[in-house]
Every structure is written in C-alpha cells, then in structure tokens.
C-alpha cells in the first residue's frame, strides 16, 4: 500500500514547532544581525541576554516549581540549535545556564535549588560549570582544587580553566576535592557565588571562535561558602559531574547542529545568487553534491541529538552512550560541513564579509568541550563493552 503524503512516521509536536518558530523569529531578528559584531568586538552581547530573558528562553529548561519554564530536553535543544544557527557565542547562553544548573537539579538539597534556580529562571543571574583544570582536563579526576570543612563553612582553594562565561555568571558549580587520595570518590561539588570572599576572575582567552562568549581562569584563594552551598553528600561530586555531561553534551550537539544549518543556510543563498561562466553556481553538479552531502549529514545529526534528548527526557538507561554519540557526531558534521560552506564560498568564505568562517571557526570548539570527542568515543565504547 502506498503511504498517505501527509503521513509520518514521526514528527515534533506542536509546541516544539511553535517554539521553534518563536525562537528562530527572534534570533533573526535580534542575534543574527549582531552576529559578526560580537564576534569582531569579542564582547559578551548584553542584548542579546536581555532579549533572551524578555522572551524566557534565556534558561528554558528550569522546573517550574523553581521559577522557570519547565521545558523538557528536546525544547531546550531545540532553543540552543537555533540560537546556534544565528551566533554560538549567543547560544552559549541558554546552554552554559543548563550545564552550570543541571548539577543542582540532578544532586543539590531542595533549599539549595529555591535559592540559586530561582535567580536563573528570573534572569537576574547566569551560571557556569568549573570542572577542568589545567592539569586536569580531559582527565578531570586528577583536579587539584581542593574544599576543606571549616565549621559552618567551606573553604575552597585552587584554580578552574576554561570556565565558559566567566565574569558574567554570578554562580560556578565547582568541582572540588574533599578527600585527597580517595580518587574520583574524594571530589565534591560547591555552589561558588561571584561576591564570595577569595573568588576572582581571571583575564579572557584569546581564541578561535565563540569570542562573544568569555572563557577564563576562575581562582580560589581561601574562598569561604556556607556549608550549605555543597552538591548533594561530600564524594559524590564527580559522579553529578559525569550525570550532569550525559544531560549536557546532547546540547552541545544541538549548538553544532545549529551552526551547520546555519551554514547551509547562507550557502543556498550564495549558491543561488552567484554566477559563474553564465549560469548560476546552483546549476554545477559538483557543487550539488557538496550541498547535498552538507544537507544529509545535518540532518542525521538532527535526529541522533532529537533521540538523545528524548531520551535523556524519559529517563531511560543508555544515556551516556547515546549523547556522547550525539555530541561527537553533531560537532563532527558542524566541522565538516562549515568548512565545505568556506569552499562553496570561494574566496569570498575565506573573508569576514560572509559569516560561514565565523562558523567554521565557531564549530571548533564544539569538537573540543565537554569532552574531545576522542574522550567521547572512548565513553561510547566503555559503555557499549562494559
């Protein structure tokens, strides 16, 4: 029997397209024409915050008993592809507000989410993930920061690398050990604000892409929190860090997808606008071919990051295997598929003027944080063989 043409095998439902409408109208109106500014000023783009929080997508993923929206995984992809698909170092905002967060809601005491969610969700503070080191980052349990119980308090002493939007953010989830020589069961983790006594910031990284977006050294000089700030029991720090990169590295395949897509977007355009020996460039096989396989692999990638976060939504086990594939493969065909768009391009690619290299340099990255995807592939198979 022959399928009905208005039947699928599945589709997103209604409010997910809603929201992706939504989303998209307001990245195109707001971030995509900021896009190549913020990069060439390497200036956190305070406006486009603002205009994120003004339509509550800032941090969609926060419960609602906590303030926020209540968005479930797929929504809150979907916000960050999109974002991504303007300006990464925008989508940097509701993705690095749900890393920073999610240690919290996975593991933190129900006082300690009405305390800090509540800010997220209202847009009155940002927060930022501190697991690596520079000494320790692929291999995160060899950090050497260290948290020792000081009465009613904890005093936090070291230094965290590459933290993601430092100096912005007003809470750090931070990584700790509390027990040296007990290994990955001896680290914890603390909820460091901004205006805590010893907590300082350091200068930015002078980098490839993502410049809107600060990374910086956040240091910790006898820097003393309540007792209250600790995540969920001392020890089991490390365990919420890893539960909270199943959830988060699907998003970072998101933000890949959305640079992708981004960049077949700009190279249809230019595809078909461009001339060359009389006929457009749309009209040469070759260059069909390229776009084509740019197309294809987007969109295996979109329904590899759609499944990981229906998955992670639900609750099913497979979680680890199925985003690390998600975040490594998205950010694999982001590379590929950005750097095929300069091509596409011509020299033209090659230039500021077209934001397709702002994209390849953009997409990166995504190969590199929350764990290479080298470290990816070694979860992946861990999983499968264990």
């Known amino acids: 029997m022959a399928l009905d043409p208005d039947f699928a095998l599945y589709q ?10 939504a989303v998209r109208a307001l990245a195109d109106d707001k971030i995509a024409p900021r896009a190549a500014e913020i990069d060439e000023t390497e200036q956190f783009p305070y406006d486009v915050l603002e205009a994120l929080t003004k339509a509550g997508f800032h941090a ?7 303030g926020g929206a209540g968005a479930d995984s797929l929504a809150t992809a979907i916000v960050i592809e999109e974002v991504a698909r303007a300006c990464a170092s925008s989508s940097l905002i509701p993705a690095v507000n749900k890393l920073g967060t999610m240690p919290i809601i996975l593991s933190g005491s129900e006082e300690l989410k009405q305390k800090v969610l509540r800010p997220v969700a ?19 349990a060899a950090m050497r920061t260290r948290a020792v119980a000081d009465g009613d308090h ?3 002493n070291g230094t965290k690398a590459w933290i993601t939007n430092a100096g912005v953010s007003s809470y750090y989830t931070v990584m700790a050990v509390t027990e040296p020589g007990a290994g990955s069961r001896g680290i914890s983790a603390f909820v460091v604000h901004k205006d805590d006594p010893g907590f300082s910031v350091g200068t930015k990284e002078r980098k490839l892409g ?26 089991t720090g490390f365990k919420t860090a890893l539960a909270t990169l199943d959830h988060t590295r699907l998003t970072i395949g998101a933000q890949a997808l959305g640079l992708a897509q981004g960049a077949i977007d700009a190279s249809l355009a230019y595809l078909k606008q461009r001339h060359q020996f ?11 071919f390229m776009i084509a396989d740019m197309v294809m692999q987007t969109e295996a990638a979109r329904q590899l990051v759609y499944a990981a976060a229906a998955k992670a939504e639900r609750g099913e086990p497979g979680l680890t295997w199925i ?5 490594a493969f998205a950010s694999d065909v982001a590379m590929k ?16 003027d077209f934001p397709v290299e702002r994209m390849m340099r953009d997409a990166k990255i995504t190969q590199i944080y929350e764990g290479t995807n080298q470290i990816n592939r070694m979860v992946i198979a861990r999983q499968l063989l264990k």
């Open 12 to 21: 997103l439902p209604e409010e997910h397209r809603m929201l992706r409408a």
């Open 60 to 66: 969609v993923h926060i419960p609602e008993q906590y």
């Open 122 to 140: 209202e847009g009155t503070a940002m927060f930022s993930y501190a697991l690596s080191e520079r000494e320790a980052g692929s291999d995160a």
């Open 154 to 156: 904890w005093v936090l």
């Open 210 to 235: 993502i410049k809107g977006s600060p990374t910086c050294e956040i240091y910790f000089e006898d820097c003393t929190i309540p007792s209250d700030r600790i995540v969920g029991e001392p020890g």
């Open 278 to 288: 009389g006929r457009p460039l749309a009209d040469f096989q070759g260059l069909q």
């Open 323 to 327: 985003s690390a594939s998600a975040k």
């Open 337 to 352: 598929v950005t750097t095929d768009a300069v091509q596409l391009f011509g020299g033209a690619g090659y230039t500021r």
